[in-house]
């Protein structure tokens, strides 16, 4: 069974996720928090499989939220799906730095809300090769004064080896590890181990985290394909 704790400040909007979420026979809903700070507190009670966060609440936001969940080594197995009214909401790049596994606009078909609610549950990031990587790319470019150096980023990857990096540039581009098996001509088992490697050495904690790395250390740059 999946359980999800919904955070948004709409009543309405935490009323009509509950009666599709509760409706699923593999998915239930845990607990409801109006705040950041409640979504946090209720995270470290309940320990949901999956958040819906909405990034913009009252008091402690979605984004301070999801930061103070990704900061606490016992909630290391909640994922946290941002809300967002608007596809190009200026806060999802920094949500994914805080430790967002993806992002949902909060219109998006009920079915495809399902879909993600499993998708990160399963342990992968909502993260796909259009939309999402060219949000990601814009924000971290401007994450970066110009000419100013990634630096930590850059550093970090020195310990990846070659094919390491290979691999973290082509998850950067929204490659899933099956993908990745036919880009490289492995098998998908040996992509996913490339890919769980790098986010140890790198000390990321998901996917998303990993795409973001390879955008600010420049290993991607926004645009690619």
Not at 17 to 30: C, G, S
Not at 89 to 104: M, Q, S
Not at 149 to 161: H, I, V
Not at 170 to 176: A, F, N, T, Y
Request: glycine share 8%; charged share 25%; net charge negative.
């Amino acid at each position: 069974m999946i359980r999800v704790l919904l955070a948004d400040d709409q009543v309405l909007v935490r009323a009509g996720f509950r009666a599709l979420l509760d409706a699923q026979p593999d998915i239930e809903v845990v607990g409801e928090a109006g705040d950041g700070a409640t979504a946090v507190a209720l995270a470290a009670e309940l320990a949901p499989d999956v958040v819906l966060m909405d990034i913009r609440m009252p008091g402690v936001d979605g984004l301070e939220a999801t930061r103070r969940i990704g900061d606490r080594a016992e909630l290391a197995g909640v994922r946290v799906v941002v809300l967002t009214t608007f596809e190009l909401d200026e806060y999802v790049f920094e949500a994914l730095r805080a430790g967002a596994a993806g992002f949902l606009v909060k219109d998006t078909e009920p079915a495809d809300l399902l879909r993600a609610v499993r998708v990160v549950a399963a342990g992968d990031a909502l993260l796909s090769p259009g939309v999402t990587r060219r949000l990601i790319g814009e924000f971290a470019a401007r994450s970066r004064a110009p000419g100013e150096r990634a630096g930590p980023s850059l550093t970090a990857l020195a310990a990846l080896t070659e094919r390491e990096r290979e691999v973290l540039a082509l998850v950067g581009m929204g490659l899933s590890n099956a993908d990745i098996a036919r880009r490289l001509v492995v098998s998908p088992l040996t992509a996913k181990t490339h890919v769980s490697r790098a986010m140890v050495k790198l000390g990321v904690r998901d996917r998303a985290q990993l795409v973001v790395l390879a955008y600010e250390s420049g290993l991607v740059r926004p645009g690619w394909l």
